[in-house]
């Protein structure tokens, strides 16, 4: 079965906006900040977060399908893999959902990256992983105009650990147990009983938060985010 992608705009701005927030937060962090590179960034926009505290910053989306976006964003058509720019030219690389794209060739993502990002660049990732129950049954069931055939969920100790062989890592954190499909399923049930839904989405979204403070629940999230600098 094929399903629209069609989520719940309210729950989304709750769920991820911890995750959303972190380019900012780091880029508010860096001194200097010319050059953002948003790996298959598709719209771009994710990347774009980050020029908040240096609006002067250029950001350059690499992906293997651009799109035209307005928020000032340039676009290149190619892979994440052979990235364009000089060695050591860029300050901040975010990839945002790119890497479970090509599972079998993260080392090779990794090293472009850090060969691209200067000495002190910083580069967040954020990508959906295998372990949640939910999600991985969805993902059996369901197919979206979303997601592309060659994608998997990766195992969170694998990225974690591929993350620390090429960059200081300076933050891992995890998100979405119960919650992560809930923006998906709340505009599919009947339009009166969509405020409980709702309501009971935002109890599954503050469980998590705690479940996710201890290492069980953390195995059972579905994204995470890492923050490393080279
Ligand atoms: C799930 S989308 C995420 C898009 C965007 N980062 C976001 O968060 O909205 C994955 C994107 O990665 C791109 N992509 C997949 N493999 C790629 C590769 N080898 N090099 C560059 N982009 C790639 C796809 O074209 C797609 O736009």
Redesign the pocket.
């Given at each position: 079965m094929e399903i629209d992608w069609t989520v719940d705009p309210e729950l989304t701005r709750l769920g991820w906006k911890d995750l959303n927030d972190v380019p900012a937060e780091v880029s508010a962090r860096m001194e200097t900040l010319n050059t953002i590179v948003?790996?298959?960034?598709?719209?771009g926009?994710?990347g774009a977060i980050a020029r908040k505290s240096h609006p002067e910053a250029r950001i350059i989306c690499?992906?293997?399908?651009p799109r035209i976006s307005p928020n000032g964003v340039q676009y290149i058509k190619?892979?994440?893999?052979e990235l364009p720019f000089k060695n050591s030219s860029i300050d901040l690389v975010t990839v945002?959902?790119?890497l479970h794209?090509?599972p079998d060739q993260l080392e090779m993502a990794l090293e472009e990256v850090k060969r691209i990002l200067r000495p002190g660049g910083y580069i967040i990732i954020q990508e959906p992983l295998d372990g949640n129950p939910l999600a991985n049954m969805a993902r059996k069931k369901v197919t979206t105009t979303?997601h592309?055939e060659g994608?998997i969920p990766l195992p969170s100790a694998k990225l974690e650990r591929l993350a620390r062989n090429y960059f200081q890592v300076e933050s891992v954190d995890h998100h979405f147990i119960y919650f992560y499909l809930m923006p998906h399923i709340v505009p599919r049930v009947p339009r009166i009983l969509r405020g409980a839904a709702r309501a009971v989405s935002r109890g599954f979204y503050r469980l998590d938060k705690r479940l996710l403070k201890k290492e069980r629940g953390r195995k059972r999230a579905a994204y995470i985010n890492i923050v490393g600098r080279k």
């Open positions: 948003d790996v298959g960034g598709g719209s926009s994710f690499i992906d293997l399908t190619g892979s994440g893999l945002h959902a790119m794209h090509v979303h592309d994608e």
